[in-house]
């Protein structure tokens, strides 16, 4: 093999907590205010990664954030020192602090989009850290992020990195979540599959009615354009509105895609037929045959689907061609669901096997096998180009597991977000992993 899908997991910071802050977004805002264990979260990350490296994938960490961010409470006006400042938050504007309290960046599928030099005009690796601007917890993010990213893929040859779009609802962007790359081999040619909620500038798209459309169409075709992509290779299509309204904040909880198979369901698209049909023409150009695997309706609801994060899942190639779909433990308890698998395993189909893996502490704020991951598709040079401290070994697990152990609280609840000890804990934490990982300075605690 000379290239591949690397697959980049957030690692859970030690703040993760429920704070319900993510409209739109079903399990964030129904467990608003539980306990959460930000040990275990960061563990049952860590036990994903670890079992995807031992089946050979390539395996990445990404890093977490500095929360909570003071530099975003001063900037809001509160002021003295970094205890007096988390102490005014909590007394007179608690959802503030718990919004920069927040670990959101673990959900790396939003982290940036990525273009793989076998797509781009310059035939390098193109990186748009995404500017997440539809909530406020998550717009504080892509300057971290962006740093993290070059920290990563340092190598100028190899690797562009863009800044996020601009921050105005007009472009938003929620980054790889809602782009999926086809291809025959990853370091070909390919199509790129970009998927918005609505258009900003054009009043003849339809809109949801009850929850925001994160993704526009314009945020699309800028990414588009700056990482250097040909019309020909290239599709858009819009999420079916109606979805967005029952709970599908992004792409990826409705499709997921691997080089030439879709695995989405019936209702996904807005004129499904004629964006798989394009997809089809598309990828026969670059030398690939489409295939897609759609669920319909009577075999998973889209209720069903929001609920088991059936779509949010990993399809991995193995070395015999064929598909293992990773999907949640919730997939498993939904029977209808667990059976629409078996059933598809066995159909003689591109996806033959099936692994299962529980990340109830992410999941519960509406995080999947899939949203815990952001792909880069990488030929074997460029693989040799990236920060190897970043990559998943026997070594780092280990390293990291103890980390996890020295530095996270196995219980965090609202009320602890005010305690301006968890600022402390979290940059010892940070300014640690920023050596395990060889990051440099990337955090504005390490900064100033
Ligand atoms: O942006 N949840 C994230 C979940 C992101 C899932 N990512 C993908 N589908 N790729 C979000 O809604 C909840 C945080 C809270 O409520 O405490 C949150 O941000």
Redesign the pocket.
């Known amino acids: 093999m000379t290239a591949f899908e690397a697959n980049f997991d957030g690692l859970v910071g030690p703040t993760h907590?429920?704070?319900?802050?993510?409209y739109g977004?079903v399990a964030?805002?129904s467990?608003?205010k539980a306990a959460s264990n930000p040990k275990l979260a960061a563990k049952q990350g860590l036990q994903k990664m670890k079992a995807l490296h031992d089946l050979g994938f390539k395996q990445g960490v990404l890093a977490p954030h500095e929360r909570p961010s003071v530099a975003h409470l001063r900037g809001l006006g509160f002021s003295g020192t970094d205890a007096e400042v988390i102490r005014q938050a909590a007394k007179q504007a608690p959802a503030i602090l718990?919004a920069v309290s927040?670990a959101?960046c673990m959900?790396t599928?939003?982290a940036a989009t990525i273009s793989p030099s076998g797509d781009t005009a310059d035939k390098r690796v193109h990186f748009t850290p995404a500017n997440?601007n539809n909530?406020f917890?998550?717009s504080i993010e892509h300057p971290t992020t962006g740093r993290i990213l070059k920290a990563m893929f340092a190598d100028e040859r190899h690797f562009a990195h863009h800044p996020a779009l601009p921050a105005q609802m007009h472009f938003g962007d929620?980054g790889a979540?809602n782009h999926t790359r086809f291809c025959a081999e990853y370091d070909a040619a390919g199509v790129e599959f970009f998927v918005f909620g609505q258009a900003a500038f054009d009043s003849r798209y339809p809109k949801p009615t009850r929850f925001p459309a994160r993704q526009t169409l314009e945020a699309c075709q800028a990414i588009a354009r700056l990482h250097g992509l040909s019309d020909d290779k290239v599709v858009y299509a819009q999420q079916d509105p109606d979805i967005i309204d029952a709970g599908v904040?992004?792409n990826?909880?409705i499709s997921v895609g691997n080089r030439n198979v879709l695995f989405h369901h019936q209702r996904s698209f807005h004129r499904q037929a004629e964006v798989l049909a394009e997809l089809e023409r598309k990828l026969a150009a670059v030398g690939g045959r489409f295939v897609a695997v759609e669920v319909p309706e009577a075999e998973v609801t889209v209720e069903e689907a929001v609920k088991s994060y059936l779509f949010?899942s990993q399809l991995l190639s193995k070395p015999d061609g064929k598909l293992i779909i990773v999907v949640p433990e919730e997939c498993h308890k939904i029977e209808r669901v667990w059976s629409f698998l078996n059933k598809l395993t066995e159909s003689g189909g591109p996806i033959d096997e099936v692994k299962v893996f529980d990340l109830k502490q992410s999941m519960q704020?509406?995080?999947?096998p899939?949203?815990l991951r952001l792909r880069v598709a990488l030929s074997q040079t460029e693989l040799a180009a990236v920060n190897p401290a970043v990559l998943m070994s026997e070594n780092l697990f280990t390293t990291l597991n103890g980390w996890v152990d020295k530095h996270y609280r196995d219980r965090l609840a609202a009320e602890d977000l005010a305690d301006p000890q968890l600022l402390i804990e979290c940059r010892t934490a940070l300014d640690e992993l920023t050596q395990i990982l060889k990051l440099g300075s990337v955090y504005p605690f390490q900064l100033v």
Do not use: I
């Open positions: 907590n429920y704070a319900g802050l993510s977004n964030s805002t467990n608003e718990a927040s959101s959900w599928a939003n997440l909530k917890h998550r929620e979540a904040f992004h990826d909880v949010n704020n509406g995080g999947g899939a949203c």
